[in-house]
């Protein structure tokens, strides 16, 4: 299980990044934290002439919020980093505890956030958490910057809004209210395998104790990142209440379409993102702040 | 850049040169242009965890690396966990609780279990047991090792203390 | 004889295998390094059933790098075919490998083509550019459609049914007529593989001028291959040598005869160099032997009160796409190991072999043993809930008791009759079990809900043989420099078997243990050998190494005698020398002294022995129980198993630490085969699980509290040391007691666990389908 040959570059910045991508076309990949790119490789699936190495480019790592309280994150920070950074666990607790859910430590020490939204695998944590989140991803391209919400970035399985020419370079994940509720389960075969359903869910509960904001997303329930309107829909304007998350989850159900696999069915996946979406809200309502 | 790439990697504090393919990975480098044989295959797809090594003290899958990449790091293997021809205190709790059977997964876990002591020097059981769940044996059934990580870092705590 | 120091049998002493392993100098196969060698890469078929029109090497062979390129039209006509060493049933012979494919390819990983390059890299590289042009046949991938035989695999055959026979004991027949209790249900067991963490791989030197074919990284029957490696390669076997390196795991897969053993060495012929060839984790999970695949009709018919008066059964092994060398042991010891440790008076059973267009099957660690004990006491607890009676209970009833052993279980496989349970106690070893877990504080609460999730106590016994099969050899030298030698024709895979040598050397010497160094499983060190498997090592290696250090303590005291100049029955051995009765007279002549002064007499020997010990065809039974606590998220399938026991009666413990090592080691996988492992196929004959990130192995996120025990009540009559094998027992039971205990969780929702593995699917799909 050998890789084909490739030409391999390291840029130390974006623009240099970027001509070499302009130069190789489709012909090459961005290489970030190898950790799903390098397995395609050396099973011959993925082949690129060229490789671009990211990981020479100060410009793309970093964490910091800005005065609005947005947390701008660099496209090759590594998810290990998500999950102990202390700046991150106050700015975004959820995706602070999402992060701890992807693989394991070794995988995680070198996998990067904006290397997981780019492979866009259906079943990954972190496009879920993008897309629950309602982060934003800073492209930069031969014609500039662009910004794309999360929920038009997610096009297909392992397919995305980037433009053959572009790259991310950061994500930017929105305020996060101090009183926010959260949470996130996911079912996998073993601890650190792939989802088979995950869902990710936060909201808020207004002065007038009812749920403002309620967001809810599914990874491992169809092509791509799900976000579960259907249960947004019930649970917005009501009293937060076991019942009441029920029926968020019966009408949640709805918006999955999760496929078949070795691993789970599609029945298997639609009946367990609903006792998902119950269990999580549950969570998310019972956790002290 | 096509074709051979001279490089230089600091392996174990030790410079060593070679001339490889970009597609070479460290696993692969380490092991026929090194001549070191410690670090194992047992996947080549990041899974197993039998490659892992230390990258700047942070363990990695040297099979998902290409040896081109590493040429800024500090790259720590097993044939360097022991000191001045002593094994270090991890080995030693590996060999006195009966943590290796065939011993081919057993590199893997030495580097990771150093990489998780120096980080967390006090960890409960569980937290040991999931500090390692990215690492496959097939022979011990994880306990003897789970007791040799604690074991360790018992010994290490003790040797610290003045 | 030996003084009361030096006492290493029984002792958990630490292994001699781990400094080198330890620090990253272990020498595996791949670690070795030969001058002019080349690397070879395998083409596997990608189609699991299909003729095949052409292949073209030519692009291949023109890549720089490459050295050479063959496929079968370049190394026929005359083929040698993979021998059966074990349980060939008449039929067999029909379904034999060559090494190559030859006008036909049936499962996807057979091998079609072979390239030698310089390395692995551009050996994959000319992988690519071989053009294979396969015509696809419809691939048979299920017992049932191999049986039917509509397309047949091997055309010459006429069917798919490899062998097939009837054995049994008793008279089944009238007792199922007669019974108060009967109950059909079919079991059907996950096809899995054993997935060492290392790969296969050798490294073949063959120089036809010499001769000499010298194969690296062999294992586990060194000396039965090199016998039918010289007749396949027309050498006398002395020009064939087997060397054994380090080894990451046998488990029973590895070490047999593969078509890789044929194709290495012609690789080298035909290049006139050494070459290696390392199977990659892809070639691994199609090419090594998968195991465990069974489909089982199973009867039971018992009294009223659950006493059990007959089992019937039809066992049907998904043999793959030919019979390799274990030949028919899976679903062969799946048959004889049905009845158990039970008093099951009448026992008939119709044993029968498919062939289909998978890969070829072969032993597992428990071959047939998994199977049977999980189909068996999944059966018992279906009857124990039928007739009102507690699970252990029932077992207790039907356990043969101590006063009716030994047990002539009658020939429950072909030609097999002489086996015999030996004396044993298996009431109490499930009875430790029970009260080991706590049977009675969780019998009335299964089902349960706690913590949210439905809780289940599963129990199952189990028997299992050891130590079968031909004689094991043993040579010990005393150099003059006080090192001792210890040669044996027993194989290291990785179980510590250096050490447990050394123990029983170091004991009967009556020396220090560090003195020792022993060599293992090459054919070079002894002129025969048995090898490892059936977890024979401590029983057959320990016992030969016992007899050759007898007799070279007799030796000593003869050239003691001599020294001396006096009768060597004045004279004594111990502690590591000759004594004299009157000490005065002299100081004892050391191993060492000894071994010089037989250097310098006139022909120059070499202080040695050699012994054999045979079992003749003695097996001893180890058996035990185990016992699992899971519990089960019922809205989600998924199974968390939080505390095991089990308990085996293993004779007598050589080390105790490396017993428990095996039961925990075993346990492990048994989980794993219970609740993960799956070789899954399309209905093309596609393996869907071909990289560990779809075939799941346990890892320590899966531990549960464990407790092993090693029971050393009935030492075995069959050997003075009372051993009995130890590597099995900490298997055979997991799926049996895993499966009964998440049934038992579920017991409020009566459905049906009857099929392995439990995967979260399988269990919501049951669940779903009575509306829970």
């Given at each position: 299980?050998?890789?084909?040959k ?8 974006i ?7 302009a ?23 993925a ?14 790592r ?7 309280g ?14 102990t950074?202390?700046e991150?666990?106050?700015?975004n607790?959820l ?7 992807i ?7 070198r996998?990067?956030?904006?290397g997981s ?11 879920g ?13 031969p ?18 809004a ?15 209210p101090?009183?926010r509720?959260?949470g ?14 995950g ?29 579960l ?13 076991q ?13 999955l ?6 691993h ?8 367990v ?17 | ?7 230089e ?24 242009k ?12 990041g ?33 360097g ?15 006195d609780?009966f943590?290796?059977?065939c011993?081919?997964?057993?590199p ?5 279990a ?23 044996c097939?022979c ?15 010994r ?7 | ?9 029984g002792k958990s ?15 595996y196969?791949?670690d ?8 070879m890469a ?9 003729r ?17 390129a063959?496929?079968a039209?370049d190394?026929?006509p ?5 021998p059966?060493?074990?349980a060939?049933f ?9 090494p ?7 499962y ?17 590289d ?8 396969l ?15 509509d ?8 069917e ?22 009967t109950?059909?249900?079919?079991f059907?067991?996950?096809?899995h ?35 039918h ?10 020009a ?18 593969y ?13 006139g ?17 998968h195991s ?6 199973l009867?039971?018919?018992?009294t ?13 092994g ?30 008939s ?15 597992l660690?428990?071959?047939?043993r998994?199977?049977?004990?999980f189909?068996?006491e ?84 189990f ?6 099969g ?10 003059p420099d006080g ?9 290291s895979?990785g ?9 029983i ?13 022993v ?8 002129a025969?050998g048995?090898?490892?498997?059936h ?8 016992n030969?190494?016992?007899l ?12 003691a005698?001599?020294?001396w ?28 002294e ?10 120059k ?17 180890s058996y ?6 899971v ?5 989600t399938g ?8 089990l308990?085996?009666?293993i004779?007598?413990a050589?080390?105790?630490a490396?017993?428990?090592g095996?039961a ?12 993960l ?12 699980t ?6 799941l192995?346990?890892t320590?996120?899966?531990?549960p ?24 027992g900490?298997i ?22 009857n ?10 799909a ?7």
């Amino acid at each position: 299980m050998k890789p084909p040959k490739f030409d391999y570059y390291a840029p130390t910045d974006i623009d240099g990044a970027l001509a070499l991508i302009a130069e190789h076309g489709e012909d090459a990949r961005f290489l970030a934290g190898g950790q799903s790119l390098v397995p395609m490789m050396n099973f011959r699936i993925a082949a690129p002439a060229a490789l671009i190495d990211l990981n020479r480019i100060p410009a793309l790592r970093g964490i910091r919020v800005d005065d609005a309280g947005s947390l701008h994150i660099g496209a090759m920070t590594r998810t290990r980093q998500l999950e102990t950074d202390p700046e991150i666990a106050a700015a975004n607790p959820l995706l602070h505890a999402a992060a701890a859910h992807i693989a394991h430590v070794q995988i995680r020490n070198r996998g990067t956030l904006g290397g997981s939204l780019a492979h866009a695998d259906p079943a990954a944590e972190l496009p879920g958490i993008a897309l629950v989140c309602d982060a934003e991803i800073l492209l930069h391209g031969p014609n500039g910057k662009r910004t794309v919400a999360s929920d038009s970035f997610f096009d297909g399985v392992f397919s995305t809004a980037i433009a053959d020419d572009e790259m991310i370079t950061e994500i930017i994940f929105p305020p996060w209210p101090n009183q926010r509720r959260w949470g996130f389960q996911e079912i996998s075969r073993r601890d650190g395998d792939f989802a088979m359903i995950g869902i990710a869910a936060c909201f808020d509960i207004g002065g007038d104790g009812l749920i403002a904001g309620a967001r809810l997303a599914a990874i491992g329930a169809g092509d791509t990142p799900l976000r579960l309107t259907s249960g947004e829909a019930v649970l917005t304007g009501q009293a937060p209440g076991q019942a009441l998350f029920t029926d968020a989850a019966f009408a949640a159900i709805d918006d999955l379409r999760p496929g078949n696999d070795i691993h789970a069915s599609a029945a298997y996946r639609r009946e367990v993102g609903g006792v998902l979406v119950e269990r999580v809200l549950t969570e998310a309502w019972g956790r002290a702040l | 850049m096509t074709g051979l790439h001279r490089i230089e990697l600091t392996v174990n504090g030790n410079p060593q040169d070679c001339e490889i393919e970009a597609r070479m990975t460290l696993a692969d480098c380490l092991r026929e242009k090194l001549n070191m044989t410690g670090t194992h295959l047992g996947c080549e797809h990041g899974v197993c965890g039998a490659g892992t090594v230390l990258v700047d003290g942070v363990a990695g899958r040297s099979c998902l690396m290409f040896a081109v990449q590493a040429v800024d790091a500090e790259i720590t293997t097993i044939e360097g966990l022991a000191r001045d021809g002593k094994l270090s205190a991890l080995q030693q709790a590996f060999h006195d609780n009966f943590a290796l059977q065939c011993g081919f997964c057993t590199p893997g876990f030495l580097t990771t279990a150093e990489a998780f002591l120096a980080e967390n020097p006090v960890p409960t059981r569980a937290e040991v047991q999931r500090a390692i769940s990215g690492n496959i044996c097939r022979c011990t059934g994880y306990v003897s090792i789970v007791d040799a990580i604690l074991d360790a870092a018992e010994r290490l705590r003790a040797e610290s203390t003045p | 004889m030996t003084g009361t120091a030096h006492k290493y049998i029984g002792k958990s002493v630490k292994r001699l295998e781990d400094e080198r392993l330890l620090t990253g100098t272990g020498a595996y196969v791949d670690d070795l390094k030969l001058p002019g060698m080349a690397v070879m890469a395998i083409l596997r078929s990608p189609h699991a059933h299909a003729r095949i029109r052409g292949i073209d090497l030519s692009a291949a062979r023109a890549l720089p790098g490459v050295i050479d390129a063959f496929s079968a039209a370049d190394i026929g006509p005359e083929l040698p075919l993979i021998p059966i060493r074990l349980a060939p049933f008449e039929g067999f012979e029909r379904f034999l490998q060559p090494p190559i494919a030859v006008g036909k390819v049936r499962y996807v990983g057979e091998p079609v083509a072979v390239v030698i390059a310089s390395d692995r890299y551009v050996a994959e590289d000319a992988l690519e550019l071989i053009d294979i042009d396969l015509d696809p046949i419809s691939a048979v991938t299920g017992i049932e459609q191999a049986v039917a035989g509509d397309v047949l695999i091997h055309e010459d055959a006429g069917e798919n049914m490899g062998s097939r026979y009837t054995v049994g004991r008793g008279d089944a027949e009238a007792a199922f007529a007669d019974a108060a209790y009967t109950r059909r249900e079919r079991f059907v067991t996950n096809r899995h593989s054993a997935a060492p963490m290392e790969t296969r791989g050798l490294i073949a030197e063959f120089d036809a001028g010499i001769p000499l074919l010298r194969l690296h990284g062999a294992t586990k029957v060194t000396y039965f291959n090199r016998r039918h490696l010289a007749v396949a390669f027309d050498l006398p076997e002395a020009a064939v040598e087997l060397i054994e390196t380090d080894v990451g795991g046998g488990f029973g897969v590895r070490g047999e005869l593969y078509p890789e053993d044929y194709l290495v060495p012609i690789a080298s012929r035909r290049t006139g160099r050494p070459v290696k060839w390392i199977e990659d984790r892809r070639e691994n999970l199609m090419a090594t032997n998968h195991s465990r695949d069974i489909v089982c009709d199973l009867e039971i018919a018992a009294t009223a009160d659950g006493g059990i008066l007959a089992m019937r059964a039809t066992v049907q092994g998904d043999m793959g796409a030919y019979i390799r060398t274990n030949g028919g042991v899976v679903a062969s010891r799946a048959a004889q190991f049905l009845p158990g440790p039970y008093r099951v008076p009448s026992f008939s059973c119709d044993v029968q072999f498919l062939i289909t267009n998978k890969t070829p099957v072969g032993t597992l660690r428990g071959p047939g043993r998994f199977e049977a004990n999980f189909c068996r006491e999944r059966m018992l607890d279906l009857m124990a809930d039928d007739l009102g009676i507690d699970p252990a209970e029932l077992r207790l009833r039907n356990l043969l008791e101590p006063a009716e052993l030994p047990y002539r279980i009658g020939e429950l496989v072909p030609g097999d009759v002489n086996a015999t349970f030996d004396p044993g106690d298996y009431p109490s070893a499930l009875r430790r079990v029970l009260a080991e877990i706590g049977y009675d504080d969780w019998k009335d609460r299964q089902g349960d809900i706690i913590d949210g999730r439905a809780v289940g106590l599963g129990i199952a016994c189990f028997i299992e043989s050891s130590a079968a099969g031909p004689p094991e050899t043993a040579r010990i030298t005393a150099a003059p420099d006080g090192g001792i030698e210890i040669r044996t024709g027993a194989s290291s895979v990785g179980q510590g078997t250096e050490t447990g040598l050394a123990q029983i050397g170091a004991e009967y010497l009556g020396i220090d243990i560090d003195r020792i160094g022993v060599l293992h499983g090459s054919s070079t060190l002894l002129a025969s050998g048995g090898g490892t498997f059936h977890s024979r090592n401590t029983v057959m290696a320990g016992n030969a190494v016992r007899l050759a250090a007898e007799a070279l303590r007799d030796r000593c005291v003869e050239l003691a005698s001599l020294r001396w100049n006096t009768e060597a029955d004045e004279l004594s051995y111990r502690d590591g020398a000759v004594h004299r009765p009157d000490e005065a007279a002299a100081e004892p002549l050391t191993l060492a002294e000894l071994a010089t002064f037989a250097r310098s007499r006139g022909g120059k020997e070499t202080l040695s022995a050699d012994a054999a010990f045979e079992n003749e065809g003695k097996l001893s039974y180890s058996y035990g129980a185990h016992a699992a606590l899971v519990a089960v998220d019922v809205a989600t399938g998924v199974v968390e198993v939080k505390r095991y026991v089990l308990a085996e009666e293993i004779g007598r413990a050589l080390n105790p630490a490396l017993v428990i090592g095996q039961a925990i080691g075993g346990m492990m996988q048994g989980l794993g085969g219970t609740l993960l492992d799956h070789m899954v196929y399309d209905e093309d004959g596609q393996l869907l699980t071909g990289s560990f990130a779809d075939y799941l192995l346990p890892t320590s996120a899966n531990l549960p509290d464990i407790t092993a025990i090693a029971l050393e009540e009935f030492p075995s009559e069959f050997n003075p040391m009372g051993f009995k094998g130890a590597g099995e027992g900490g298997i055979v039971a997991v799926a049996a007691a895993i499966g009964n205990a998440v049934a038992l969780a579920l017991k409020p929702h009566s459905i049906v666990i009857n099929e392995l593995p439990l995967t979260p699917d399988r269990l919501r799909a049951l669940l779903r389908a009575v509306g829970a």
